[in-house]
């Protein structure tokens, strides 16, 4: 069964860094565009990055500058790199993937808590 799997959530203080991971058991190279998600207590989803899979990279306003997507094909993981973290940053963060191969579906990770401390 094909899934995805973030890693490297925890606890850090504000300006600090985290690099979250996202591993799928489907091969990276079937992968139409990947994207990462966060969701704050009481508020909605939002999206925070994208990466197609030609490479190029969008993102939210409020990450511009910060936040970096990139993806590691030798891991098979799409990651995002979190500088200068804000309390605000704080939310549990979803991988998201829309696969075209071999045939077209998406898949949701089970999220990770990042918790960023004033």
């Known amino acids: 069964q094909v899934q995805l799997a973030e890693s490297g959530g925890g606890l850090v203080q504000a300006g600090g860094s985290l690099r979250l991971s996202c591993a799928g058991s489907?091969?990276?190279?079937?992968?139409?565009?990947m994207e990462w998600y966060r969701q704050a207590p009481n508020e909605e989803r939002e999206l925070v990055a994208r990466?197609?899979?030609?490479?190029?990279?969008s993102y939210a306003d409020f990450v511009q500058g910060r936040f970096t997507i990139s993806r590691d094909n030798a891991k098979n993981t799409f990651d995002l790199e979190m500088n200068g973290l804000k309390p605000e940053d704080t939310g549990v963060y979803y991988c998201?993937?829309?696969?075209?191969?071999?045939?077209?579906?998406?898949?949701w990770g089970q999220g990770t808590q990042v918790t960023v401390s004033s």
């Open positions: 998201y993937a829309v696969y075209w191969r071999p045939r077209v579906y998406d898949l």
């Open positions: 489907g091969s990276i190279f079937n992968i139409n565009y």
């Open positions: 990466m197609l899979n030609g490479g190029n990279t």
